[in-house]
């Protein structure tokens, strides 16, 4: 009967061959997963498997637990790789970093398209929803956990949702199968041990059917918010522009409670993360309404919000690059710092910069303080500053457009101008950013 429900959600989700991982603690759940996926391998060799084992250096037992998940593994005939981590404990709970630092280990083993499986279950689905209560979360969040959703390249998939702890136990102890019970599980100083351990016990004894009664709470939640998406999605696709920013003029033809609905479901769709009603309010009440000359933001976890020039923009949170710089050679591929891609300076007849003079050196950098320039049929120079603004580029983005200098002048900057320093017809300035590549002309 388990398997059966576990070769379902899994057939729903891998109509064709991929690779298939395991979030393998060791633990009862992930331990009967290994035992389903097993089976499930034996009739479906179509597709790669892989277990991944994430040593958090939190127990004195880890590196033993590390020795028992390779053994079952290796018993299992399926392949391991063991992650181990540093966790980053500031500015949030334990439970919290260790969790952030095993999904960050895990999505490394990814390939595109991969299915992960994680042991998440029934109980832990009551869990999620009372502590959605504890922080005051409306429909989307006591909705709780989804079956499936989105995770780095691949899709995270909850095989074991629906299942009460209480029978995967019973389908462990039927196989005899041995699992890792984490002592950290006892430890009530952690929230959802807390739950586990103390309150939710008490109120099924009081009350049989509470689990039930959560259950239809989670799915009239996931229905309510299903239909809001319904509703609201059609309004947030009409504002938001082709590069993913949000129109302000077009979010202010609606109500504010319609508004936020919109503005909630613009950040959950581009960064994958649902902001609090205090950073709604927040966003709402200072950033939004901010004076024009202003340059306003709302962090939330690795994300800014921006406003711009009449829109919203969602940033991840870069490195600061202001004082990195490296020469550039003629015909070479630099590549530029934080992720910001590659780029060349390459002879070519009708292009629109002149080639280096005999022992002028060629940079490139990206801190605009102190530098002036003047654009081919600009009537002046100005500083580079001033000339950012004039041509739009957003404040976040001043420190991260490339500056490419003859000697110690501005021949260009990448994607926007050729000054008259660096104009000629010998060379282009290309610059490839992810997926695609600027010319300057």
């Given amino acids: 009967m388990l398997f059966s429900s576990f070769e379902s959600v899994l057939n729903k989700y891998s109509p064709s061959p991929r690779q298939i991982v395991l979030a393998f603690s060791g633990g009862v759940d992930s331990r009967v997963m290994l035992e389903l996926l097993c089976v499930y391998r034996d009739t479906h060799p179509q597709h790669e498997y892989l277990l991944v084992h994430v040593h958090h250096g939190l127990s004195s037992n880890a590196d033993s637990w ?233 962090g939330i976890g690795e994300w800014q919000i921006r406003r711009f020039q009449g829109r919203l923009y969602l940033v991840h949170q870069v490195k600061d690059i202001s004082l990195w710089q490296s020469y550039l050679s003629l015909s070479q591929v630099t590549e530029l710092p934080d992720g910001l891609g590659m780029l060349s300076l390459f002879p070519k007849a009708g292009g629109n910069l002149r080639l280096p003079v005999n022992g002028e050196t060629v940079r490139v950098m990206f801190e605009p303080s102190g530098l002036s320039a003047k654009p081919v049929g600009r009537g002046g120079s100005r500083k580079l500053k001033k000339l950012f603004q004039e041509y739009g580029v957003p404040s976040w983005l001043r420190r991260r457009t490339p500056i490419v200098l003859f000697g110690d002048e501005v021949a260009a900057v990448a994607g926007l101008f050729v000054t008259d320093h660096g104009s000629g017809n010998q060379c282009d300035l290309l610059w490839h950013k992810s997926g695609y590549t600027t010319v300057n002309r």
């Fill in 66 to 298: 590390v020795s028992l998940c390779e053994r079952w593994a290796d018993d299992s005939a399926m392949p391991i790789h063991i992650e181990r981590v540093t966790l980053k404990k500031e500015g949030e709970s334990l439970e919290n970093a260790a969790r952030q630092a095993r999904y960050d280990a895990i999505a490394k083993h990814l390939k595109p398209g991969a299915i992960l499986l994680t042991g998440q279950h029934a109980d832990d689905q009551v869990e999620t929803f009372f502590l959605a209560l504890k922080r005051g979360s409306g429909p989307a969040g006591l909705a709780a956990m989804p079956e499936s959703r989105q995770f780095s390249n691949g899709t995270l998939v909850r095989p074991l949702l629906h299942v009460r702890r209480q029978d995967i136990v019973s389908f462990a102890e039927q196989q005899g199968l041995d699992w890792i019970e984490d002592e950290s599980n006892q430890d009530s100083r952690f929230d959802r041990n807390f739950l586990r351990n103390e309150i939710l016990p008490g109120l099924s004894a009081r009350w049989p059917g509470f689990h039930k009664a959560v259950k239809r709470t989670i799915t009239l939640c996931s229905e309510q918010e299903s239909v809001i998406d319904e509703l609201i999605v059609g309004k947030m696709n009409e504002i938001v522009w082709p590069d993913g920013s949000l129109d302000l003029a077009g979010l202010s033809w609606n109500s504010r409670q319609v508004a936020q609905q919109i503005v909630r479901r613009w950040i959950k769709q581009e960064a994958c993360i649902v902001p609090s009603q205090a950073q709604l309010l927040e966003l709402f009440d200072s950033v939004i309404p901010a004076a024009e000359d202003a340059n306003p933001l709302l």
